[in-house]
Nanobody
């Protein structure tokens, strides 16, 4: 059974930094895209970043580009999201997810949507105070 366990959320002041991580277990496949969605109160869940296990290509939503950095420790099946220059609008519950269908398509992604996600992790709360 695939499980995704997120950790590292918390409270930070605007302009600060925070790292969140996701540990994947029970994987029986080695080609997939793994990344992060977030959902703020009253808003739809949005995909903000993902990385391919095949070639390490990355995708970032425009609103986080230049501020967030995703990395993947393939050997340990962990994905990390380094979030810098955080803004109050980054406040949300962050979810780790795997989409096998995007394994070789991350480099050409225009959007990273929740449709077709194979596995979801539990969320971790990130709160940015102004």
């Amino acid at each position: 059974e695939v499980q995704l366990q997120a950790s590292g959320g918390g409270l930070v002041h605007a302009g600060g930094s925070l790292n969140i991580s996701c540990a994947a277990s029970g994987l029986t496949f080695d080609e997939y895209a793994i990344g992060w969605f977030r959902q703020a109160p009253g808003k739809e869940r949005e995909g903000i970043s993902c990385i391919s296990s095949v070639d390490g290509s990355t995708y970032y939503k425009n609103s986080v580009k230049g501020r967030f950095t995703i990395s993947h420790d393939v050997a340990r099946s962990m994905v990390h999201l380094r979030m810098s220059n955080l803004k109050p609008e980054d406040t949300a519950v962050y979810y780790c997810a795997i989409k096998k269908s995007l394994a070789k398509a991350v480099g050409g992604l225009i959007t990273f949507g929740p449709r077709g996600v194979d596995y979801w992790g539990e969320g971790t709360q990130v709160t940015v105070s102004s």
